[in-house]
């Protein structure tokens, strides 16, 4: 899920009255794209439209308005055309219209984000459509939905613009052709269009240790949602970004289950290798979502060694990377072999891991090169799902829309 989404819930959730901050058109040279956004506060901010002047005057105005608003029943938004030259005096020289939608606290308001969230759980692409104030000034309340190939969520409050919406949103989701964010005229509304085909993927991370705080920090600016789990409660910060997610394990139950499968996990053969009929998947590693990519770093060996199997028992991820050396693999993959797992399951456990090229050892190096490790492998996987898709003839060439 987008970003901007964590970050409004959270703040919803400590009834933190905000701005939401987002360029809605743009002609000539200018900052940032159409689309871009950020979240003002009182206190804070979020994100960015490309910084600068645009981005101080921007922020000054939500600001303003979060001051002098009462608490509305619905989302408030209006818009503001900022000329970059000859008023900003920035280099860009362009025109950006901005769209300020103040988002309150209260827990009746904004039934959107509930909606999106909702339908992102689906696992089914959709459409964010926000219909933009026409003049300057104007105030607009509501006025969103949300659109997937079985559904519709929300008001755009004119049954007209809302049907011709739909129908050439459905078209684009159908051909799984979305653009980027881009401003649709319908009639005489202008309508702000964002496709959301769950470009954000899922991270699975076992261990709080210095390298996993590591690679919380490089890949939580990732689009990505991390699940990032060790049973050592005090190893966790305090706060973690808003697309992060701690889960403590029950150390008792861990250290029972190790108990019943002893040995080293990279070490000669145990008893419990002529056990594996027996083998109870790590239920964290059940509860994962499909398709997700896993990183075992934690501070046992034997506890890696579970995990490692436990995940590649169960299949259905995109990566699965064990912290280790090249002698620690083959010593795992030997192991799993003799618990009768296959040289085609064991091939897809990747250790040591990271990208080559980067012989650097400490932790934040580490976390560096397994994020472009991983970010490689999902490029490559999703243009290798493109052409499956292509081929299947499930896709076909996108059309323009204006």
Not at 183 to 208: K, S, Y
Not at 282 to 304: E, K, N, R, W
Request: hydrophobic fraction near 40%; aromatic fraction near 6%.
């Amino acid at each position: 899920m987008h970003r901007w989404i964590d970050s409004l819930l959270r703040l919803r959730e400590q009834e933190i009255p905000s701005v939401l901050v987002t360029v809605t058109r743009t002609d000539g040279s200018t900052p940032r794209e159409v689309g871009a956004r950020m979240i003002v506060t009182l206190t804070g901010i979020s994100g960015t439209i490309g910084g600068g002047n645009l981005e101080y005057q921007s922020v000054k105005t939500a600001r303003q308005l979060l001051e002098t608003s009462t608490k509305p029943h619905k989302t408030k938004r209006t818009v503001m055309n900022f000329q970059l030259g000859p008023a900003l005096g920035q280099c860009c020289g362009g025109v950006a219209q901005v769209m300020f939608e103040i988002v309150s606290d209260e827990p009746t308001t904004n039934a959107w984000l509930p909606l999106i969230t909702a339908t992102a759980s689906r696992n089914e692409p959709f459409a964010l459509i926000t219909v933009v104030p026409t003049v300057p000034a104007d105030e607009v309340y509501d006025g969103k939905l949300v659109v997937s190939n079985t559904g519709i969520a929300g008001s755009l409050e004119d049954k007209f613009i809302e049907n011709e919406a739909v129908a050439i949103v459905r078209n684009m989701l159908t051909q799984q052709s979305g653009s980027p964010p881009s401003v649709l005229t319908v009639g005489e509304q202008q309508l702000l269009v964002e496709f959301w085909f769950q470009e954000d993927f899922n991270i699975v991370l076992f261990g709080a240790g210095h390298v996993g705080k590591e690679m919380v920090e490089v890949l939580s600016g990732l689009p990505c949602r991390i699940t990032w789990i060790d049973s050592r409660e005090l190893e966790f910060p305090d706060s973690v970004p808003d697309n992060v997610r701690i889960k403590i394990r029950d150390a008792t139950a861990e250290d029972h289950l190790l108990r019943e499968h002893q040995g080293c996990g990279d070490c000669g053969r145990t008893n419990s290798d002529e056990a594996q009929g027996s083998f109870q998947t790590d239920s964290d590693v059940i509860d994962a979502p499909s398709g997700a990519y896993f990183l075992v770093m934690t501070h046992s060996h034997q506890l890696d060694f579970w995990l490692c199997e436990s995940i590649l028992r169960r299949g259905n991820f995109d990566y699965l990377g064990l912290i280790g050396s090249k002698t620690k693999r083959v010593k795992f993959v030997r192991r799993m072999a003799r618990r009768g797992l296959s040289s085609e399951s064991t091939s897809r456990l990747t250790c040591p891991i990271g990208i080559d090229g980067i012989p650097g050892k400490s932790p934040r190096e580490i976390a560096v090169a397994v994020a472009a490790q991983i970010l490689q492998i999902r490029a490559g996987q999703e243009e290798s799902r493109k052409i499956d898709a292509f081929l299947a003839g499930a896709v076909t060439m996108p059309k323009p829309v204006s």
